[in-house]
């Protein structure tokens, strides 16, 4: 679809989020036009990112709300996936993507990322990840479901270098490594945004996935 067309399923879908947002809670943010700027055009900050993935299929790890998942399946027309383990929310995303008729090319996953891993290993030409987790667990989670040449993409704010370098002295174990690292401020002239994308490059040097929550709980570390 063209982007006008895009733009305005990505509307309606905001909309559908921000009724349901009335009786349970999908998102944080309730303003139309705050949500605008912080669901719509900040997921598309990372679109030219995307873009130069190489073509297969795309994943939004820990999705929440469909965010940035849903406007960047509309934008690129891309095979979609989006993970998230409160099944609850997942159950409401299916039933308004399906209310816009786009539920043949995104579909929702609510299960651990771990478990993903090991039923569609290396099946994913992108995947991305906002505010989800610190950048050393998000590239362990994403190293087993990316194909070889896929890309990681990860929304950051407030970044610091101590994270970018945890991240980065385990990245080669990973089989992963940095490409290109990007900031930005949103529309509303205060919102910041750091783009990281990661390439696979591959196998990683231990067996991955680990057990559930181990990423987040016990990070990995450089071997000596």
Do not use: W
């Amino acid at each position: 679809m063209d982007s006008g067309q895009a733009q305005v399923l990505c509307e309606q879908y905001l909309d559908g989020v921000l009724e349901i947002n009335k009786t349970t809670n999908l998102t944080r943010i309730d303003n139309r036009e705050e949500a605008l700027v912080l669901h719509i055009e900040d997921s598309l900050v990372g679109l030219p990112e995307i873009n130069e993935a190489p073509e297969g299929k795309y994943a939004d790890l820990g999705s929440g709300g469909g965010f940035p998942g849903v406007p960047l399946a509309l934008y690129t027309g891309r095979d979609t996936l989006l993970v998230d383990s409160v099944k609850k929310k997942m159950r409401l995303v299916s039933e308004l993507i399906a209310s816009l008729g786009c539920s043949d090319a995104i579909h929702v996953y609510d299960g651990r990322i771990e478990d993903l891993a090991k039923e569609h290993k290396g099946e994913f030409a992108v995947l991305t990840a906002r505010a989800l987790s610190r950048l050393v667990s998000l590239l362990e989670l994403a190293s087993p479901l990316l194909m070889k040449k896929g890309r990681l993409v990860c929304y950051k704010a407030d970044i610091t270098e101590e994270e970018v370098d945890e991240a980065q002295a385990v990245a080669s174990l990973l089989g992963m490594k940095l490409l290109s690292r990007r900031e930005t401020v949103l529309s509303d002239g205060e919102t910041k945004r750091t783009i990281l994308t990661y390439e696979k490059i591959g196998p990683a040097r231990l067996k991955l996935p680990r057990r559930v929550g181990m990423a987040q709980r016990n990070p990995l570390r450089p071997r000596d």
